[in-house]
């Protein structure tokens, strides 16, 4: 008599939720450029063993910072507060140090803030007038650069008690960034390749708040993250050409698609178009692309360099100085990637692109528009951008 083969258990499911995020170490934490850039990007790896999660090359993660004590304490000082003040913050019980330090957002203002300023401040009429909903252009320009404590310290005749400061404030808001890893390569591992944001406004240094928590302050506390499902894939066919646009911090999601490739070793062409200001010092993984490039995985890498010359070049042209072999690619059915900024270079590429589907394929501007229309809907032309 024929005996049942046991099935394994099941797997059991991670305790971990958008809601419960899983408390993630931060391991490495180094400078992508070299001496004289402008920016400060860096690569950070936080180790995920023992999470019970998975995420594939093209998602985003969810990062959970927690502000600046030393803007917190500043805060405190100007509302005349100790900090262990009893409040009800945006998620729950807590003291007010915890809430200002973890809940709530203690930068940008919000209008209620802006009202309480402008009922509380002995002198603030012009904040009244440009709460007027026909000023808010006028308002948006004077509140560039301003931050709570800004309003804080230039009104000290307010007084507010800690509750009623806590309900002015909005919620502190995760941050997503893209995934410049593959598990298949850095198993329990997620790396991400950031711009830190620092800058000086009205006097003051102010700092992105995920950014500098990951520069600064995530060397001895839990990295909460939790992983966001994309549609940012690439193509299932390992052996199918792609074309990767990724000037900057933009880099990140292709640095995993390369990764993945090889690691299942798809036998796709591979091109990369990648650009930053100096070449000296913004040449993000030059080594790992080198070496791609050397042993022939990476089959093509096109470089732009902005303030290396005196005409600014961009991704966008290189794209142009390749515009015929773009076009074969293409025809032999690869898959188009761009992942970076919204405002401008998304855009220029997508001009880009049209006009080398028109002035190669030999199509008039509306059959080449329908042409890469057709890309994205066929999900053959893919876009991360922000």
Known sequence: MATETPSAAPKPASPYTRANPFPGKLTVNRSLCGEGSEKDTRHFEIDLNGWGL????????????????????????????????????????????????????????????????????????????????SRKE??????????????????????????????????????????SSSLKAHPDQVHFTIDVVKYTSHGRQRGGVCSTFLAERANDVPVPVFPNVSKFRLPEDGNTPIIM???????????????????????????????????????????????????????????????????????????MENAAEIWKWLDEGAHFFVCGDARRMAKDVDAAL?????????????AANEYVEKLKSDKRYKRDVY
Not at 119 to 133: F, Q
Not at 354 to 366: M, Q, S
């Open 138 to 179: 006028d308002l948006d320009r004077y509140l560039w650069g301003m931050e709570v404590i800004d309003f804080l310290t230039e009104h000290p005749s307010i007084k507010i008690s800690p509750q009623d400061f806590v309900d002015v404030l909005a919620k502190l808001q995760p941050r997503l960034y893209s995934i």
């Open 354 to 366: 049209r006009t080398i589907v028109a002035e190669h394929g030999g199509k008039d501007p509306d």
């Open 54 to 133: 998975s995420y594939e090359v093209g998602d985003s993660m969810t990062v959970w910072a927690t502000n600046d004590p030393a803007l917190v304490g500043e805060i405190l000082k100007a509302i005349c507060a100790k900090g262990d003040e009893k409040v009800k913050g945006p998620k729950g019980e807590t003291t007010l140090r915890e809430a200002l330090l973890r809940d709530c957002r203690i930068t940008q203002t919000t209008p209620k803030f802006l009202k309480m300023i402008s009922e509380r401040a002995s002198a603030a009429p012009l904040i009244t007038e440009l709460l007027h909903p």
């Open 245 to 319: 646009v990724g000037p900057g911090t933009g880099v990140a999601p292709f640095r995993a698609y390369l990764e993945e490739r090889r690691a299942i070793g798809a036998k796709g062409k591979n091109w990369l178009f990648f650009g930053s200001q100096k070449s000296a010092c913004n040449y993000f993984y030059k080594e790992e692309f080198d070496e791609m490039q050397k042993d022939g995985f990476l089959t093509r890498l096109d470089l732009a360099w902005s303030r290396d010359q005196e005409k600014k070049v961009y991704v966008q042209d290189r794209m």
